[in-house]
């Protein structure tokens, strides 16, 4: 699986959730670490070394490169489109060895401007390189700019990231020396994704940067070689991590560096978790973010605030469906125009999808004028829908009023549409309310791409997905896991982005809504979903409210019970 290396999870992993955390989304980046690594002594011996912060909580490393500039990963301050976020939710916080706490040294220096260089593809990771622009800072023991840069053979990285694939984010600082390796070598490794020139590879087995160092620098001889990246796993004896070349932008870093404060190029967006969950992304599939880009539309919304909800998923492992009568209760949601989730019928006016399909970053619901239901077909074609299908539009939408887009917390959301009329192909499906056996076979389906890197399916597919005992999901994901929540999905089969909202259904009855999740059918990292019988009075209660509610509102709160 391929992870971006930034930290903090979700939207990071590792990280300690808390009431505070759980009202923020995130940056592109995720978890990082520092594999094999000491904690720094001094903090003078690595005065440059920036703590990047996101809404206040750290999500990547950077460097100082002068009393205004600051260089870190482009992947660190976009969305999973590219897309510029808005400064004022960073700051560089710097002088100090640890992140729990603020000390006499500690300096927070607020960003003001974002440049990203103008290639920056967040599917290939190339030229992930970005500059920002923040408030004087002054120099001193503790703070100081890193030289760019010499060339190199012994290497030091260094970050606050946890210590181990399974660890937690260490709030010291700590470093590893790492070797210097060739192209040669790293295009061994990683083949046609290994770029030369605008990356460099270093690292072996048990010394190594991984998500959440993301931006942070590669130092040799006394000067920045490299900027924390995106590797394969964090350590591992055959994937050594991989930085965006300084030498190969130091022109560009310079020219950026000489711009106008007033040059300000950041457009504001929305993140996925997680996608957003981004979590743990140490690499997140260049795949996932091509496929989101094809299905989400650039223009901006009336009120100026760009907005940007998950892509296209895919059922890995999956079959054709033959007869849409096999899932009756199926719906595809659009937004724009574009296919981006999935939705379940649970009555003749309800469907049921996650929240983070209809709402920004904020948890707000988007325009009802934006989304529409495509029903009972087993083909969808961006603007033609197959002629079996029918259309149905958004009345309203009443999402979970606890709903949490950082940490996909009661990610459940009624869509209020006009009444449809029952037959073989379209449908209704029991909500269920109570957890079925572990043993029992379940099934998602969807119109994703069928393999971890392809493009959507325009055939409705499913696959058949174990479920995941709630004490290994924790083994994976943590405290990020919560009772709300359930897993399911394996090496084999499984579901993935842009699938999000699907129905994931045990003995004929939906149990679960899909979530979030890192990479597709991965081995170890089941899909996460919204546990439907801890939500099963929510529902009914929100079902019924219909009429009763102000049906001219776009956006409708849960009832609470």
């Known amino acids: 699986m391929f992870y971006l290396k930034a930290c903090v999870f979700v939207l990071s992993v590792g990280f300690v959730w808390s009431e505070e955390t759980a009202n923020s989304t995130l940056p592109q980046s995720a978890n990082n670490r ?18 990047l912060r996101f809404d206040r909580f750290p999500v990547c490393g950077g460097s100082i490169i002068d009393h205004r500039h600051v260089l870190t990963a482009a992947h660190c301050v976009t969305d999973l489109r590219g897309r510029v976020l808005s400064p004022n939710r960073f700051q560089a916080v710097v002088g100090d060895l640890r992140t729990d706490i603020v000390s006499p040294t500690t300096v927070v220096a607020q960003v003001t401007n974002i440049f990203v260089h103008e290639q920056y593809n967040p599917q290939t990771v190339v030229s992930d ?10 120099f001193n023991t503790n703070i100081n700019p890193q030289l760019l840069p010499a060339n190199n053979t012994n290497c030091t990285v260094s970050g606050w990231g946890v210590t181990s694939n399974e660890g937690i984010p260490s709030p010291l600082l700590l470093y590893v020396g ?95 978790m997680f996608n957003q969950i981004s979590f743990y992304r140490r690499k997140f599939s260049s795949a996932v973010s091509s496929i989101s880009c094809q299905a989400i539309p650039t223009e901006d919304t009336k009120d100026g605030t760009d907005e940007l909800v998950d892509g296209s998923s895919r059922i890995i492992g999956g079959i054709l469906v033959a007869n849409r009568s096999q899932f009756p209760y199926q719906v595809s949601l659009f937004l724009d ?36 239901a495509v029903i009972g077909g087993l083909v969808i074609d961006g603007n033609e829908p197959d002629f079996s299908s029918t259309t149905k539009e958004i009345r309203f939408i009443i999402v979970h009023e606890n709903f949490n887009p950082m940490n996909r917390m009661n990610n459940l959301a009624i869509l209020r549409i006009d009444a449809l009329t029952f037959n073989v192909n379209i449908s209704s499906v029991i909500i269920a309310r109570n957890s079925p056996p572990l043993q029992t076979p379940c099934f998602v389906a969807g119109w994703g791409a069928t393999s971890y890197g392809g493009i959507p399916s325009r055939l409705l597919r499913f696959a058949t997905v174990p479920l995941v005992p709630q004490a290994t999901c924790r083994q994976h994901f943590g405290s990020l896991i919560l009772p709300s929540m359930v897993c399911a999905g394996s090496q084999a089969t499984d579901a993935c982005m842009g699938d999000e909202g699907t129905a994931l259904v045990c003995n004929g009855q939906q149990f679960g809504i899909l979530s979030w999740g890192l990479g597709c059918g991965d081995a170890t990292l089941p899909s996460i979903y919204t546990n439907i019988p801890h939500f099963f009075t929510w529902i009914q209660v929100n079902q019924e409210s219909g009429s009763n509610i102000l049906g001219s509102n776009q956006h409708v709160i849960g009832l609470q019970i």
């Open 178 to 272: 790492v070797p210097f390796l060739t192209n040669e070598v790293c295009q061994n490794a990683f083949a046609a994704d290994f770029r030369p020139g605008s990356m460099i590879c270093a690292g072996y087995e048990g010394r190594d940067s991984c998500a959440g160092d993301s931006g942070g620098p590669l130092v040799c001889h006394g000067t920045q070689v490299g900027i924390v990246s995106w590797g394969i796993g964090c350590g591992h004896a055959n994937f050594p991590g991989v930085y965006a070349s300084v030498p190969n932008y130091r022109q560009w870093i310079e020219a950026q560096q000489q711009r106008s404060a007033s040059s300000n190029i950041v457009a504001h967006s929305l993140l996925i």
């Open 34 to 51: 520092i594999v094999g690594g000491l904690p720094v002594q001094q903090r003078s011996l690595f005065a440059f070394q920036v703590s």
């Open 129 to 138: 390189v970005a500059v920002l622009r923040v408030e004087n800072m002054t």
């Open 337 to 372: 125009n574009a296919p981006i989730c999935s939705a379940s019928i649970i009555d003749h006016r309800n469907l049921l999808t996650a929240a983070h399909c209809v709402t920004d970053r904020d948890g707000k619901s988007l325009a009802l004028s934006r989304f529409k």
